[in-house]
């Protein structure tokens, strides 16, 4: 079965960095779309970034463009989200997600999710 698994979350003050990782196993990595939402409080899961297989289309939520940054090492099965200039908007559990088929922005295009990982952001 699938297993992905988030790290790198934490506390940080308003316009620090972090950097979140995703370990996937159990698929052919290389084939898969892979991306990252979140969820706030009182909030639906919502959209953040997503990577193809081949790193060709790259998708970015309008809130975090010029700020995060997706990638993968597809060598080490794992994917990565940069996260710079954070806000306290950004305060919520962040989930890594891979599909099979094609990228998505839509979470319910994507079946297999990690546990999340808690980002929160001190103003």
Not at 71 to 94: C, F, G, H, I, W
Not at 97 to 107: G, K, M, Q, T
Request: hydrophobic share 35%; aromatic share 12%; glycine share 8%.
């Amino acid at each position: 079965q699938v297993q992905l698994v988030e790290s790198g979350g934490g506390l940080v003050q308003a316009g620090g960095s972090l950097r979140l990782s995703c370990a996937a196993s159990g698929l052919t990595f290389s084939r898969y779309a892979m991306a990252w939402f979140r969820q706030a409080p009182g909030k639906e899961r919502e959209f953040v970034a997503a990577i193809s297989w081949s790193t060709y289309i790259i998708y970015y939520a309008d809130s975090v463009k010029g700020r995060f940054t997706i990638s993968r090492d597809n060598a080490k099965n794992t994917v990565y989200l940069q996260m710079n200039s954070l806000k306290p908007e950004d305060t919520a559990v962040y989930y890594c997600a891979a599909n099979r088929l094609r990228i998505a922005v839509e979470h319910q295009q994507y079946d297999n999710w990690g546990q999340g990982t808690q980002v929160t952001v001190s103003s």
